[in-house]
C-alpha cells in the first residue's frame, strides 16, 4: 500500500441531508502546496442485483434519472443503511424493484463508483433460483421492468444504451462469470 501524499488542514460540512454529506477540505496537496478539495460522502452503499433466471434471462429497471434529465435503464439497485447486512440490503432491493426473491446469491463485485468526488462504494450481487412475488416500490420511484435474455442486456452495454456504471460493472463482470 502506497502512502497518503495529502495533508488534510480542516474539513467543514457545506450541506447535508438523510442521504449524503457534502465537505470542503482545506489540503496540503502533493506538490506541498495549499489545496482545496470537495468530497461528496454517501450515507449509504450501493447495493445493486443482477437476477438470473434458469433460462439465461434477467431483469432491467426503467426510470427517469433527475440527475441527468434523462430515461435509464439499469439493474436493481439501491441504498443499503451501512448498519445493514450487504445481503439483507440486496435482497430488499431485489423484492422492491422487481418482486423477485432468490435462493442463491453470489457478491461478484465492490466498486467505488466515483472515487475522485466521493466516497461512495457499491457491491453487485449475482442472484439465482428466483420466485417472482410482488413489487414494493418507495414513493420516489416510477418504475419500468424488463425481462431480457442476458445476452440482449449484455447488447444494451456494448451499444451503449446502459450508461449508468454500477450497471455496466456488473453485467459485463456477471457476463464474465456466467460464460457470454
Known sequence: MTE??????????????????????????PAGKDG??????????????????EEGNTWLVGQY???LEEYSWEIPMGGGPIE??????????????TGLTAEKWTEIMRIHTSNSVTDEVGYIYLAENLTQGETEFEETEVLQIRKLPFSEVLQWVMDGRITDSISVAGILKAARILGY
Open 4 to 29: 497518503n501524499p495529502w495533508k488534510t488542514k480542516s474539513i467543514q460540512t457545506i450541506y447535508e441531508n438523510p442521504w449524503i454529506r457534502v465537505e470542503h477540505h482545506e489540503v496540503i496537496n
Open 36 to 53: 482545496i478539495y470537495g468530497k461528496a460522502h454517501f450515507k449509504n452503499r450501493a447495493m445493486a442485483v443482477i437476477p438470473i433466471d
Open 65 to 67: 434519472r433527475y440527475t
Open 84 to 97: 445493514l447486512d450487504r445481503l439483507e440490503a440486496v435482497k430488499r432491493e431485489l423484492k422492491e424493484e
